[in-house]
């Protein structure tokens, strides 16, 4: 093993270093959480100013995360956050957590992987460490990052090391954190998965070192395809059930009583979220330079992404049921985050379904405790605040339609005076029935 490794190994382990985080968002943030938890001096980089500015006043700009975290960052003399990228020349390891979105194609947009790690490239110290946390397909590391770090004389290996850990991060989830959720490591080259692996091993319980960058992005890219496929399954199953008045949620709570070989999965109206609806389309582009194709995961595609207009002909059809047609009706949509008791609406199926409602002429408005806005979105600008979750609103809809289960909702206030309600999530079976008619959808 070359020296420099040794030596990074060495001071990984002692918690003597300093490490970069580049992109401090959902996955970012967590990160530096740990590593400053772990003894570390960190420095926070982003091309967002207004982020850079708050964690510097100690404000939490994502909620789920507490307030107590950005203030114990501001005071922390291990923590600097900039958006110099010179500051970085310090750093004896940096991680990328940067978006990889996909374009207006399906297709991966490398884009920002590509100007982080060229801006790395500029600043790194001889014999640091940089690891590509950021999801994407099976060789991204290699063929991306390694030859824009690889410049001039400067060789992976030998004058800086490569790796490539997945982020498992679920934001909202309790009873995991960055710490708790095992690591993947794996390196370009042998002494690169090493230094990574000691890297995460100071940070986190449990560090895996893998034998390639390529098994360790593969990894990441099949526990998500894995979620979407599975989701799809329920989704598939969830109105054929319905139609022979089986109840989708009584059935897999059944099925989740096996033990072994069977996982709970939970119909919803669509998915949300940086990763699952986007992620697995990432395999789909790369297996087809190897002459591939992924059905699995165009299935699954297709039916995930029907699920919002599912969710509005069932509105439809119950409206009809109380002889209203849906032009002038008032939805109230409780809930536009894309998961429960987080305020993140990226990919939210909220947006697709509030866009189909109004396109067919209903009143609409919302209701999310954490959401104050509905955000422009690149295919979606609706001009939306959040309306209270109150008697009188509540009474003035024509049909309530639960998009997100949030655990801080008066589902009881629903089920009493609401007309009808369109559940999505299944989240009316927590309370006791009242007046309104409940319809699964
Ligand atoms: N959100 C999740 O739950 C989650 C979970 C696991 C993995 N991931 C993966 O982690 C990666 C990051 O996702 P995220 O949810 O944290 O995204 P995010 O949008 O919350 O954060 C990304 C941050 O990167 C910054 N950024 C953009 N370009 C930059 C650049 N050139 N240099 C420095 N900073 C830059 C942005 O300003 C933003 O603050 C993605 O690949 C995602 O698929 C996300």
Redesign the pocket.
Known sequence: MPDAAQILIERFTRRDACVGV???????LPLVRALHDAGFRVIG????DA?IEQLRRGEAYLKHLGDALPKELAASDRFTPTSSPEDLSACDAICL????PLGSHQEPDLS?VE??TR?VGSVLKAGALVVL????YPGTTREVCLPLLESGNRRCGRDFFLAFS??????GRRGFETRTIPRLVGGIDEPSGKVAHALYSAAVEQAVLLDSAETAEAAKLLENIYRAVNIALVNELKPVLADMGIDIWKVIKAAATKPFGFQAFYPGPGLG???IP??PYYLTHKAREYGHATRFIELAGEINSRMPLAVVDRVAHALNQDAKPVKGSRVLVVGIAYKPDVDDVRETPAAEIIRLLLERGAIVSYHDPHIARFPDMRRYQFDLASSPLDQAHVDAADCVLIVTNHSDLDYALLAARAKLIVDTRDAMARVTPGQARVVKA
Do not use: A
């Not at 580049?22 to 970012?28: I, T």
């Not at 957590?97 to 990889?100: A, D, E, G, L, N």
């Open positions: 580049v992109g401090l968002g959902y996955v970012g980089y982003d091309v967002d982020k957590c940067v978006p990889t920002y100007d982080s801006m946390e950021s999801t994407s997945p982020e498992r991060e679920d934001p979220g940086h990763c986007i992620d």
